[in-house]
């Protein structure tokens, strides 16, 4: 059982950044395939970004890219996310998933679908202003 804990959400105005990390329990983290994802009111869980359990690789929606960063820090058991130049439209509750049983070939092409990760964080929600 894998335990994922949010963290870093709140209100912010527009145009500004907000720093979410993402803890995770258990010896194995180094191992898993991470995911952000968020879903805003009356919408379906999106995907937002990726990243391999080396950190060698990152994935985005072009709706974040080039603001957004995910990192990782293996030796801490913890992901992060980055959000700089927040728009309205990024008001959601932000959620870390991981994926703990693909193949790394299979998750590479697959790792915007909510049914590959096997574990979820409770979420965290981030409001911007306008």
């Known amino acids: 059982q894998v335990q994922l804990v949010e963290s870093g959400g709140g209100l912010v105005q527009a145009g500004g950044s907000l720093r979410l990390s993402c803890a995770a329990s258990?010896?194995?983290?180094?191992?898993?395939?991470m995911g952000w994802f968020r879903q805003a009111p009356g919408k379906e869980r999106e995907f937002v970004a990726a990243?391999?359990?080396?950190?060698?690789?990152?994935y985005y929606a072009d709706s974040v890219k080039g603001r957004f960063t995910i990192s990782r820090d293996n030796a801490k058991n913890t992901l992060y996310f980055q959000m700089n130049s927040l728009k309205p439209e990024d008001t959601a509750v932000y959620y870390c998933?991981?994926?703990?049983?693909?193949?790394?070939?299979?998750?590479?092409?697959?790792?915007?679908?909510?049914?590959?990760?096997?574990?979820w964080g409770q979420g965290t929600q981030v409001t911007v202003s306008s």
């Open positions: 998933a991981a994926d703990t049983t693909r193949a790394l070939r299979y998750y590479i092409h697959n790792y915007q679908r909510t049914g590959v990760y096997d574990y």
């Open positions: 258990g010896r194995a983290f180094s191992t898993y395939n």
């Open positions: 990243i391999t359990w080396s950190g060698d690789n990152t």
